[in-house]
């Protein structure tokens, strides 16, 4: 169990009630969700939740490092849980994203061909194991 209070003090933010509930959806929901998609789901719950708290709450446990940004394959940012570097694959029929971490070596920290690399995306799409059939 993680104390989410704990980890945004640990990251120099205020842990106000929203920002935690907006934390610990992230952790527990691996769905990529936009900014959007956050405030939706919490605002049933937060009645009070605005959509710009939330923007730019996600604005800031971003640039803290709590949460990574992605820009995958549209031209919307979506957020997750900094967690282990992972790689993304997106299904073309139900548009889920899939994290993946078995199929490729972590990359990170490594020098190819004479290059120091320090971060890799690399996005996957194709259909998902639910869609095939
Ligand atoms: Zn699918
Ligand atoms: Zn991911």
Do not use: W
């Not at 120099?12 to 952790?27: D, T, V």
């Not at 900094?82 to 972590?106: L, V």
Request: proline share 3%; hydrophobic share 35%.
């Amino acid at each position: 169990m993680i104390d989410f209070k704990e980890l945004l003090k640990e990251h120099g933010i205020a842990p106000s009630i929203q920002r935690i509930k907006i934390l610990e959806f992230l952790e527990k929901n691996r769905i990529h969700p936009t900014a959007d998609m956050v405030y939706q789901a919490l605002v049933q719950e937060i009645p009070t939740l605005s959509k710009t708290t939330v923007y730019n709450t996600l604005k800031a446990f971003t640039e803290k490092g709590v949460l990574v940004a992605l820009s995958l394959f549209e031209n919307e940012v979506r957020y997750e849980y900094n967690t282990e570097p992972h790689i993304h694959f997106k299904c073309i029929k139900c548009g889920k994203i899939y994290d993946i971490s078995k199929a490729f070596e972590c990359l990170n920290n490594k020098e190819i061909e004479g290059h120091k690399v320090l971060e890799h995306h690399v996005n996957l799409k194709g259909i998902c194991k639910n869609c095939r059939d």
